[in-house]
């Protein structure tokens, strides 16, 4: 069994995790935008790209022409109308988890954006050629996130799988907070909307399973999974190879 502690542990302050959980179910991807973010969001952002870094990660604030920066995709929407965006760099180099741990900083990032009103789009679907900031050894942009000021729309709801498709089994008679750390995840962004994890409980802990996807979402359903249990204490650790993390949290209340 692996024990080695998650550097997302006690990462994030209580405040800070707060405005998260508020800004997940408000969150959803913005591909029109109205207009590049404003000079005190830019500054804001600045600030929090700078916070939300776990080791081995760096996000830096860019500015490209979103015609040159996005790849377009069939049957989604091109993203438009924002010149800005924030490249999320892993160097694995410098941690084994870098590519995890950019998911989390990445998506944390995306909730303090939600949280000042900005809009925001993971995209990993960009041409590498048009971000231009020099990295270092070992470094790799893995994703950028856009972001832009938007026209708040009357959206359908986002298209989720059931929470019983992403457990393993039947969470009804789980303890509230994995329950609620599992919904919480539900509502998490993915890659191709994939939804790649499971969630099975045991004991005291929850389990983080791989079924597809990439690191990044990986790291995001980390972020959310955490998010899920509020301010109530927990430990998370690392599993290996498609058991990503668990999570434990006494269920004393
Ligand atoms: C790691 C990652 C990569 C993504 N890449 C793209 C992309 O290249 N282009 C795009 O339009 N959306 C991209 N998305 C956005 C997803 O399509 C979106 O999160 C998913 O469909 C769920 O919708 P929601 O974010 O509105 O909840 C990406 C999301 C994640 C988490």
């Known amino acids: 069994m692996n024990m080695e502690a998650c550097g997302l542990n006690r990462f994030f302050a209580p405040a800070q995790r707060e405005r998260f959980f508020h800004a997940v179910a408000r969150r959803r ?31 830096v604030l860019g500015e490209a022409p979103a015609a040159l920066l996005y790849r377009h995709l069939p049957f989604v929407t091109a993203i438009s109308g924002t010149s800005r965006y924030a490249a999320v760099i892993a160097n694995g180099q410098a941690d084994p988890h870098a590519a995890i741990h950019a998911g989390i900083s990445g998506e944390a990032l ?77 509502q998490a962004p993915s890659a191709l909307n994939r939804q790649p994890w499971r969630l099975s409980f045991s004991g005291r802990t929850l389990l983080l399973t791989q079924t597809g996807g990439c690191d990044l979402d990986m790291g995001i359903a980390l972020l959310h999974l955490s998010l899920g249990l509020e301010q109530r204490p927990h430990e998370i650790r690392w599993e290996t190879g498609k058991n990503i993390a668990s999570i434990l949290s006494e269920d004393r209340i």
């Open 29 to 59: 991807s913005v591909r029109t935008y109205t207009a590049d973010p404003d000079v005190g969001q830019m500054s804001a952002l600045n600030y929090a790209a700078a916070r939300v870094c776990l080791p081995g990660v760096r996000i």
């Open 110 to 186: 995306v909730l303090e954006a939600t949280a000042l009103g900005v809009g925001t789009c993971w995209v990993m679907a960009f041409k590498r050629k048009s971000v231009d900031i020099p990295l270092q050894a070992g470094e790799k942009v893995l994703a950028v996130i856009a972001l832009g000021r938007f026209e708040n729309r009357d959206e359908s709801a986002r298209k989720r799988k059931k929470l019983t498709e992403i457990c393993a089994e039947d969470p009804s008679p789980w303890p509230l907070w994995a329950y609620n750390a599992a919904e919480c995840v539900r």
